[in-house]
Structures are given as structure tokens and as C-alpha cells.
């Protein structure tokens, strides 16, 4: 009720959610790598999908970088400007219910590093770039799209001591609106920055956490924005435009100033779409992801 009279919470509000089309948040470092963590031989389809569509369409970009913990020789012939690097990640123990989900975390948390170029843009694999990103980045700015959603909602219900101390201080977790970490660009440098200390959080978090929902990297991402002091930048809607929510359930062509199209099931459709942009097409709808991809290692057996 009184935040407007906490300092810094004033501070951390005006440096967060700020449009891409305020000219300071415009810096001199293009974009120039992609980046596309994929853990489990389930996910290389679709990783092999989104390198295809980032090398057809985002034009200027000198590396697409699928991060992965398979071998590279799994993944057959990659797209043009594509290469595959691997990651010897660990599992947790045996008796945690999302080994798999935790240890993609831990990938795409050190994804960004893979990269060769200075201007970095990390998407899930279940995103296709159909235009090429414009994003000229400063240092010390973090830039996506953003989604409605406390982020500390994902603490309720647990017991006290099992929620790091530096969550109740913070700013960003507790916001209405927060960063997706579906589509993330930063400089290098700013990378640098963000992963070691991502990693630590997202460790801690959920090693003290319990296991009866899947570990989310967006939730220790928002509190590093604050330890940061990370500006975050609002790259607009159509930087990752949710597919299955937005048309998913009915026949329906993509807008053309789609540029990040995320999470349209199944991959069928977006073969018809490289044939022809501007036809009709059918996905599955918003409750099929979750259902599909937030599984325990349990329930994955069973599908």
C-alpha cells in the first residue's frame, strides 16, 4: 500500500518493464547468436524446428547455438550457421520427482555462455523466430517480453524455513508483471553477469524447496534482477506471441508481425507453415503444454 514511499522500491520500478522504443534502452551491440537450450532426446525435434526457422528467418544472425545434454550426432544435419554444444549436467537424486526438468534448468541457465557473439538471445526450443530480431543492446539491460504473474506466488504454501532469506527483501518477485525467460537477449557481458548467479539461485531455491512442483528459473531470475540491478526492457508482444493462446483450438493463419511464435503444438503445423506463412492453421490449445511438459519423470514413463 505504502511502496511508493520505499526508495528502493521506487528505484527497482522505474528500472523495470521499460518499452524498447524509449531510445535509451537502444544500445550499439546488435544481435548476432541465437541460442537454444534442449535437454532430452525428447526435445530435439523441436530444437532442430526452432535452429531451422532462426536460420530461415532471422536474417544477420552469425550463429544459432543449440545447448544440449545429447551429442551433437543426435541431432543429424543441422540448419545452416548451426552447431551443437553439449553439456555434462548432473541429475538429482534419484528420489526427486522432475529430475529431467531440474537439469534442463541447469542448462538453460548456462546456455547463454555457449555463445561466440556479443549480442545473445537464449529462446526455449518450443519457440520459432518467423521475422528476424531487431534488439541493440546496452550493458547492464536485460531484454524479453513480460507476462502477468507474481512471481513469489510460486513460495505460497511452504514452510518458512524453506524460503531463502533473500526473497523477502526483494522487489521484482512480488511485481504484478515478470520477465518471461522464454525469450531473453543480453550483451556478453551482461550474460556474465546473470548466469553464475542464476545458477546459485536457482539451486538453492529449490534444494530447499520440495518437489511438489517443477522448478521454475523464472523465479530466482527475478530476484537477481534486483541483486543486479538490472534494467529490464519490454521488447513488445509480438517478441513471443503464445501461439496455443492466442489461436490454439481453431484454424487460424499467424499474424504477420509475429516475430517469436511460442509453444504451437504439434510441429506438423509449422511445416505447413514454411511451405506458405499466410495459410490457415491449427494448434493445440493454452492446457496442452502444461500437460505435457510439466510432468514428473513418473508420469513422463507413462505417456
Keep these: 500500500m505504502f511502496e511508493f514511499l520505499n526508495k528502493n522500491y521506487r528505484h ?8 524498447y522504443t524509449q531510445s535509451d534502452t537502444q544500445g550499439n551491440t546488435p544481435l548476432t547468436s541465437v541460442i537454444i537450450p534442449c535437454t532430452g532426446s525428447d526435445y530435439i525435434e523441436e530444437a532442430l524446428l526452432s535452429a531451422e ?13 543449440i545447448v544440449s545434454d545429447q551429442p551433437e550426432q543426435a541431432f543429424g544435419k543441422l540448419p545452416k550457421n548451426t552447431r551443437v554444444t553439449t553439456l555434462d549436467i548432473p541429475f538429482r537424486e534419484e528420489s526427486y520427482r522432475y529430475k529431467q526438468i531440474y537439469r534442463s534448468r541447469l542448462i538453460k541457465i548456462q546456455a547463454p555462455l555457449q555463445a561466440k557473439g ?41 514452510d518458512e524455513h524453506a524460503i531463502p532469506a533473500y526473497y523477502k527483501p526483494s522487489i521484482r518477485p512480488y511485481l504484478e508483471d515478470h520477465v518471461n525467460g522464454a525469450y531473453l537477449a543480453a550483451t556478453r557481458k551482461t550474460w556474465k553477469r546473470i548466469c553464475p548467479l542464476w545458477l546459485t539461485l536457482f539451486q538453492d531455491t529449490w534444494e530447499l524447496m520440495n518437489d511438489n512442483q517443477p522448478p521454475t528459473d523464472q523465479l530466482p531470475l527475478s530476484v537477481l534482477l534486483d541483486m543486479l540491478d538490472l534494467r529490464t526492457i519490454n521488447l513488445g508482444e509480438w517478441a513471443n506471441w503464445p501461439v496455443s493462446k492466442k489461436i490454439g483450438g481453431h484454424a487460424a493463419p499467424i499474424p504477420s508481425e509475429v516475430i517469436g511464435a511460442h509453444g504451437g503444438f504439434p510441429l506438423s503445423e509449422w511445416q505447413k507453415y514454411l511451405q506458405d506463412p499466410t495459410q490457415p492453421l491449427t494448434f493445440k490449445g493454452q ?11 513418473a508420469e513422463k514413463i507413462q505417456q
Design 287 to 297: 492446457d496442452y503444454t502444461r500437460k505435457v511438459r510439466y510432468l514428473t519423470d
Design 53 to 65: 526457422f532462426a536460420s530461415r528467418f532471422a536474417s544477420g544472425i552469425e550463429e544459432i547455438v
Design 118 to 158: 556479443e549480442g545473445i538471445l537464449m529462446i526455449d526450443s518450443d519457440l520459432n523466430l518467423l521475422r528476424s530480431p531487431t534488439i541493440n543492446m546496452h550493458e547492464g539491460h536485460l531484454y524479453s517480453s513480460f507476462r502477468k504473474g507474481k512471481m513469489i506466488a510460486k513460495l505460497e504454501g511452504a
Design 12 to 19: 527497482i520500478r522505474a528500472r523495470h518493464n521499460i518499452s
